[in-house]
Nanobody, 122 residues
Framework: QVQLVESGGGLVQPGGSLRLSCAAS????????MRWYRQAPGKERELVAS??????????NYADSVKGRFTISRDDAKNTVYLQMNSLAPDDTAVYYC?????????????WGQGTQVTVSS
């Protein structure tokens, strides 16, 4: 059974930093790309960052709004993906979700974690 469990959210002042973690289980983590999304109140869920598998170069991509401030990384030995968030601003306030699209022998399935709240406020 695929599970994605996020942690690391919280309340932080503008300009501060947080590191989110997503622990994965139930699938061959190292073979799949991983993504972080976020959803702010009243807004659609948006893709924040993605990282390919090491076999595909481990390449990363970021939304323009977070480039230069956020860094996605993965530790395949720990089945964990991270999102280091620096220079946080109130606009970064959202629920952050971990995601992976996994092949289940018959079809691709999008899996999501339960989300972790990030609040940036003074």
């Amino acid at each position: 059974q695929v599970q994605l469990v996020e942690s690391g959210g919280g309340l932080v002042q503008p300009g501060g930093s947080l590191r989110l973690s997503c622990a994965a289980s139930g699938f061959m983590f190292s073979s799949y790309a991983m993504r972080w999304y976020r959803q702010a109140p009243g807004k659609e869920r948006e893709l924040v960052a993605s990282i390919n598998s090491v076999a595909r170069g481990g390449t990363t991509n970021y939304a323009d709004s977070v480039k230069g401030r956020f860094t996605i990384s993965r530790d395949d030995a720990k089945n964990t993906v991270y999102l280091q968030m620096n220079s946080l601003a109130p606009d970064d306030t959202a629920v952050y979700y971990c995601n992976s699209k996994v092949w289940t022998a018959t079809r691709w399935v999008d899996y999501w974690g339960q989300g972790t709240q990030v609040t940036v406020s003074s």
